[in-house]
C-alpha cells in the first residue's frame, strides 16, 4: 500500500510539475508569437493603410475586451480623420479562414482602407486577395452598416476572377469587421480621445 502511495505521489509532482513547465513556456513564447505575427502578417497592411498617418499605429496600439475576446486596434491620426484598424476573420474561404485587418474613420463611420493579412488560399487564385490591392480597394468608402457582398450574390463587389469562394469569405472578414467596429464604438472613441490628450494621435 505504502509502495502504492509513493507511486500515485510521484506521478502528481511529475504531472504538476510539466503542467507549470508547460505553462511557462507557453507565457514565454505567446509574446513573440504575436510579435511575430504583427510584424509578418499585420504591420506590412498597417504601413499601407496609414502611409500617412501623422503618428505610428504599431506603436500607439491598445487592446479592448470584446466578449471573451481580446481585439488589437490600430489608431491612426491623417490629417483631419481619426481612424481605428482591427482584423477580422472570414469564414469560408477555399482553403481555410481569411484574415483582413479593416480600418474605420471613427467620426462618418465608413471603411478607409483594408487588406488581407492571412490565407491559406490558392496561388495565382485566391492568394489575389491578398496580392491585388484593387479588390480591397472596392470595400473603400462603405459604411459600416452596409454589407458587402459579391455580385454572383446580389451585391455589388466583383469577385476575384476564378475565386469568389475568397473573394466570399473577405466581404464575410469585412461584414465582421464593420461588426466589431460597431460594438466597439464607445470605447473606440473614448480610446482615441484619451490618445489624442496625450499627444499620441496628435
Known amino acids: 500500500m505504502n509502495e502504492m502511495f509513493k507511486m500515485v505521489l510521484v506521478l502528481a509532482v511529475l504531472c504538476s510539475a510539466s503542467g507549470g513547465i508547460l505553462a ?5 513564447t505567446m509574446d513573440r508569437i504575436e510579435y511575430q505575427q504583427l510584424k509578418f502578417e499585420k504591420e506590412p497592411v498597417i504601413r499601407s493603410i496609414f502611409a ?15 466578449g471573451e475576446t481580446q481585439r488589437t486596434i490600430f489608431p491612426g491620426k491623417v490629417g483631419d480623420q481619426n481612424i481605428v484598424a ?5 469564414k469560408g474561404g477555399f482553403s481555410g ?8 474613420d471613427i467620426d462618418s463611420d465608413t471603411i478607409v482602407g483594408s487588406g488581407v493579412t492571412t490565407h491559406s488560399e490558392t496561388p495565382g ?18 459604411g459600416v452598416s452596409e454589407p458587402a457582398s459579391v455580385k454572383n ?13 475568397t ?4 466581404c464575410v472578414g469585412l461584414n465582421e469587421a464593420s461588426a466589431i ?22
Open 97 to 104: 479562414d481569411v484574415g483582413i485587418l479593416v480600418a474605420f
Open 24 to 28: 511557462g513556456v507557453r507565457s514565454l
Open 181 to 202: 467596429y460597431q460594438r466597439l464604438k464607445p470605447e473606440l472613441k473614448k480610446s482615441m480621445d484619451n490618445l489624442a490628450s496625450k499627444g499620441g494621435t496628435n
Open 125 to 142: 487564385f485566391g492568394s489575389k486577395a491578398k496580392e491585388d490591392p484593387s479588390f480591397v480597394a472596392q470595400f473603400e468608402g462603405r
Open 167 to 170: 473573394s466570399r469569405a473577405v
Open 153 to 165: 450574390d446580389g451585391g455589388d463587389i466583383d469577385a476575384i476572377s476564378g475565386a469568389t469562394i
Open 86 to 90: 482591427l482584423e477580422a476573420l472570414g
Open 52 to 66: 500617412d498617418a501623422d503618428n505610428d499605429p504599431m506603436s500607439d496600439r491598445f487592446k479592448l475586451t470584446d
